[in-house]
């Protein structure tokens, strides 16, 4: 039996990744890595980078392809399938290594928020003893990035999906509300006057693009910095805190 240890590894600065998490990296025996496709394969690399940078003894390290989800049945049923999928590519790469006693994997970001590696690991059998190690959450790198507070003094914030606010708008009595996963700039179905935005991408990285201000002035620029930056690269990575303008 092995243990499998999440290690979060930030928003794509080697820097990000804590003390902690380096130790973690030097114990394991085998590290799995994903490959979501050629045009995302620097993201393999940047994990191959925080490896060597971690450790001068590298350990083990199995690939594996990640499945691509199917949404025809619906979002949650697409997801609950998409995830045992995914947790037989970590099983049938594990039993590659019957060695191997302590497994990790780089978690971009934090595995605890807004990321599924633990539901994926509850899906293992036999069940790992599963250990995090916590990273620099998306939100933490954007608002360090733009150098503001995400509360109001007294007030709670939300943090949701793009998902959620197009098919449910904006939530009563939230003044501000940072949103993650959202591939259709969903914010162009809100009351644009009403807001102020504060958005990144590659938060964090050498590629960081930061922009912000009224929602109504920013949102195409927002949009076609977003079409383009994806273009370039392949692939785009971003979030963004909204506000009540009532609130700033």
Not at 206 to 215: A, D, R
Request: glycine share 8%; proline share 5%.
């Amino acid at each position: 039996m092995y243990d499998l240890t999440l290690i979060g590894i930030g928003t794509g600065n080697p820097d990000h990744v804590t003390i902690q998490g380096i130790q973690a990296i030097r114990r394991a025996d085998l590290i799995l890595i994903p490959r979501k496709g050629e045009n995302k394969s620097d993201l393999a690399g940047l994990r191959e980078e925080i490896i060597s940078r971690a450790t001068d003894k590298a350990p083990l390290i199995a690939y594996f392809d990640i499945p691509k989800r199917q949404a025809g049945d619906g979002y949650l049923r697409g997801v609950d399938e998409w995830h045992d999928a995914i947790a037989e590519r970590w099983k049938a790469a594990i039993e590659l290594h019957p060695d191997a006693r302590n497994i990790a994997l780089l978690i971009w970001g934090d595995p605890s928020l807004y990321d599924s590696a633990l539901r994926i690991a509850a899906r293992l059998d036999p069940r790992p003893k599963t250990r995090v190690v916590p990273g620099i959450t998306a939100l933490q790198a954007l608002t360090a990035a733009h150098a503001i507070p995400i509360n109001e003094i007294g007030d709670p914030f939300v943090v949701t999906t793009g998902r959620r606010i197009r098919e449910e708008g904006w939530p009563s009595a939230t003044k501000k509300m940072a949103v993650m996963l959202d591939g259709e700039c969903s914010f162009q179905s809100l009351k644009m006057d009403d807001f102020d935005i504060w958005w990144g991408a590659y938060v964090g990285m050498k590629e960081e693009i930061l922009i912000n201000g009224p929602l109504a002035e920013k949102c195409q620029e927002i949009m076609s910095t977003r079409a383009k930056a994806r273009a370039d690269h392949g692939w785009i990575m971003d979030v963004y805190l909204l506000a009540k303008r009532t609130a700033t």
